[in-house]
């Protein structure tokens, strides 16, 4: 009766260990996985930058301020620059990649970046390429063109 148990607890002692080992391999997988499934934060590039803070301080200075007031004040003003003829077939849009999109000299994602168009920015979409992949933009602010990805644009009516 002692080799029987004595046997047992040798059983229970191998299971209780190999239990162990797979319970801790299952929950370093969990910690693991858990930690490399977020994504990193985006880069943001010093062409970004430029065109960001230009842009920021741009809309919030005050001369510009003051020439919206006085243009409005007088009759027979000349209309904003945001409400300038557009080309035919153009029409404007607002960004909708929540991340913002890369401006490129071609539409090819080898070509070079020429700045960048923050979310919820408004463009003037000038063309698009024949299989609709790319558009060809100018920002509305800067009067900066160059190309985005397709489909990442909402038509603004107005």
């Known amino acids: 009766m002692n080799k029987f148990s004595l046997a047992l607890q040798f059983m229970l002692g191998v299971m209780m260990a190999l239990a162990f080992l797979a319970g801790g391999g299952i929950a370093a997988a969990i910690y693991l996985a858990a930690k490399h499934s977020s994504q990193p934060e985006r880069p943001v590039f010093e062409e970004e930058r430029a065109t960001t803070k230009a842009a920021s301080s741009a809309k919030n200075s005050p001369k510009q301020l003051k020439s919206v007031a006085a243009n409005s004040i007088q009759p027979g003003a000349k209309p904003a620059p945001s409400a300038k003829q557009l080309p035919p077939g153009a029409y404007r849009a607002r960004v909708i ?4 999109l890369l401006l490129r000299e ?4 080898e070509s070079a970046s020429v700045g960048g168009v923050e979310y919820n920015e408004s463009v003037v979409v000038l063309e698009e390429n024949a299989d609709k992949e790319w558009q060809r933009v100018r920002l509305e602010d800067g ?7 397709g489909g990442n644009t909402e038509r603004i009516t107005q």
């Open 143 to 149: 009067g900066q063109e160059g190309w985005i990805k």
């Open 106 to 109: 071609s539409p090819n994602f």
């Open 97 to 100: 990649w929540q991340e913002g």
